[in-house]
């Protein structure tokens, strides 16, 4: 039987910012992008995943909207756009664009006018006296109020650059189901849904429980159940378009069975399995995630890194003696997430195990979070750093020759670069290519679920037709189960034991 093509599909998520710079002002863009999709179509993604390039003042990195059916400058232009849909098309990568509907910039028009004082039912404005109206935080800290000059107070969820739109209002609704519309006839494949469980906030806006910060538990903020009706309406716009458009929901909650509501056949296709990500490297953190994604999920996902956690080599490294462990680990959890049923994400970079940037200087940081909590927080630019492709020295390739990357590259990516790495058969990027083209070999000759067989407590094994994934996340060697050869391993597998820190695919008829 045919499955759609997102339901085990490998994205490659670009943040546009730090891919490719084919204009040399140091920020990516879409021609940079354009330019590198041969190397994309080689690594074997099916799909590609951009952050968002719509016009913005660039507050959050561009998830502040100004105009939702134009290109940033910054970024190239809709001419621009359409080459490159047009172009991965070509190449067989589908394009998932994102989709910001929980907040604007404050430069959008409308909330320009709302400043005015006109059409203030768009946003979400209160009069509340000389206090903010609840106890809400931003996420990037501090109240999630600003007062305006008139002595209102309107509400951002993130930085008050980023007022949340009220969509209780049915011009929001209607403003969105347009702007789907309009990338939908561009040709895009799909949207991701930032913060897609926010949007709706608690009538009366109760104050909340602390532990909502971590969007967690019942929370008058996220998760409101207004929301689905929401994906209900996107979901049939997407379906009354040819050749099966997707949406995948940035969706942060602490339950897979939470997950599963916004995964219901007439909502979202799929959302982000961040429990996935959140897990230690354990075996049996991982297998319980494994356990209640395929128990609630019938679209699972996977994802181990985005522009917004710290990159996974350096999570699972973090601590440890060794400065190679980490990398091996990370290695180890592609192979066992590409062995999993359903569809994996991954994010630029990881394919060359590149680190995050810990050691940026205040100066360089650009994420609010690093400004809004007054420097005690780093922020998330140490996963953003600008790709290295390729030479000896900063810009690496990403940019043309002299210009400075819009956050510096460290010294130690020479060895990193894509060209240095690219005929190497050791390097991560032969590993992320080979496991690629391995999984794209098994593509439809797998059942839906998998079968857990017998190990060591600190081990994983489980079986898929004739795929044995196996994983060591203990400390000692372990004993392989019945195969009769190694497709690939994370690191050599030689005889007949797993090394920790190692996962394998072991092909057993
Ligand atoms: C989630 C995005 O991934 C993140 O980068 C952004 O800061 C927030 N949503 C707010 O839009």
């Known amino acids: 039987m045919k499955i759609p093509w997102w339901r085990d599909a490998v994205v490659y998520e670009i943040y546009v910012r730090s891919f490719a710079d084919a204009s040399?002002?140091?920020?990516?863009?879409?021609?940079?992008?354009?330019?590198?999709?041969?190397?994309l179509a080689d690594l074997g993604v099916d799909a590609i995943w951009l952050t968002p390039f719509y016009r913005s003042p660039m507050a959050d990195g561009g998830y502040d909207v100004a105009d939702y059916r134009d290109v940033d400058p910054l970024f190239g232009t809709l001419a621009d756009f359409d080459a490159l849909v047009a172009d991965a098309h070509t190449h067989g990568l589908r394009v998932i664009v994102d989709i910001v509907p929980n907040h604007s910039s404050s430069e959008h028009p409308w909330f320009r006018a709302a400043l005015r004082g006109e059409n203030r039912d768009r946003y979400v404005f209160r009069d509340s006296g000389d206090l903010p109206p609840n106890n809400w935080q931003s996420t990037f800290g501090g109240p999630a109020w600003t007062r305006t000059p008139d002595g209102q107070w309107y509400l951002h969820l993130f930085a008050p650059e980023q007022p949340d739109f009220n969509w209780r209002d049915p011009r929001v609704h209607a403003e969105f189901l347009d702007v789907l519309r309009f990338w939908l006839d561009r040709g895009v494949d799909g949207f991701r849904i930032?913060?897609?469980?926010?949007?709706?906030?608690?009538?009366?806006?109760?104050?909340?429980?602390?532990?909502?910060?971590?969007?967690?538990?019942?929370?008058?903020?996220?998760?409101?159940p207004e929301v689905?009706?929401?994906?209900?309406?996107?979901?049939?716009?997407?379906?009354?378009?040819?050749?099966?458009?997707?949406?995948?929901?940035?969706?942060?909650?602490d339950s897979a069975e939470d997950l599963a509501r916004y995964v219901r056949p007439d909502e979202l296709h799929q959302s982000f399995n961040f429990a996935w990500l959140e897990?230690?490297?354990?075996?049996?953190?991982?297998?319980?995630v494994i356990d209640d994604t395929l128990a609630d999920m019938t679209a699972p996902t996977w994802v181990l890194s985005n522009h917004d956690v710290v990159r996974h080599v350096t999570r699972y490294g973090e601590g440890l003696p060794n400065s190679t462990t980490g990398l091996?680990?990370?290695?180890?959890?592609?192979?066992?997430?590409?062995?999993?049923?359903?569809?994996a994400y991954l994010y630029q970079g990881e394919e060359l195990g590149l680190p995050e940037v810990r050691d940026l200087p205040a100066e360089a940081r650009q994420d609010p979070i690093f400004a809004r909590s007054g420097g005690t927080l780093p922020g998330r630019d140490g996963c953003r750093v600008p790709l290295p492709w390729s030479g000896q020295e900063q810009p690496y390739g990403f940019a043309p020759e002299g210009t400075a990357p819009w956050l510096p590259q460290p010294v130690e990516w020479t060895a990193?670069?894509?060209?240095?790495?690219?005929d190497d058969p050791g390097s991560t990027l032969s590993f992320y290519r080979q496991a690629l083209r391995a999984r794209r070999g098994l593509r439809g000759a797998l059942p839906d679920g998998l079968t857990w067989l017998e190990s060591e407590e600190d081990a994983l094994f489980f079986r898929r037709g004739a795929l044995t994934c196996v994983v060591n996340c203990g400390v000692e060697a372990v004993p392989l189960p019945p195969h009769d050869h190694v497709v690939i391993g994370s690191a050599p597998v030689e005889g007949h034991l797993l090394p920790p820190d190692t996962a394998a695919w072991l092909h057993t008829p």
């Open 24 to 39: 040399g002002d140091g920020v990516g863009d879409l021609p940079g992008i354009r330019g590198r999709l041969p190397y």
């Open 279 to 288: 897990a230690p490297w354990s075996a049996t953190a991982f297998r319980k």
């Open 194 to 224: 930032d913060v897609a469980m926010g949007l709706y906030k608690a009538e009366g806006l109760p104050d909340a429980p602390a532990t909502d910060q971590a969007f967690k538990g019942e929370s008058p903020i996220w998760g409101r």
């Open 228 to 253: 689905h009706e929401v994906y209900r309406r996107w979901r049939e716009v997407l379906d009354s378009y040819p050749g099966e458009r997707m949406a995948i929901g940035e969706v942060w909650t």
């Open 328 to 343: 091996a680990r990370a290695r180890a959890a592609l192979l066992a997430m590409l062995a999993l049923p359903g569809s």
């Open 416 to 422: 990193l670069s894509a060209e240095r790495q690219a």
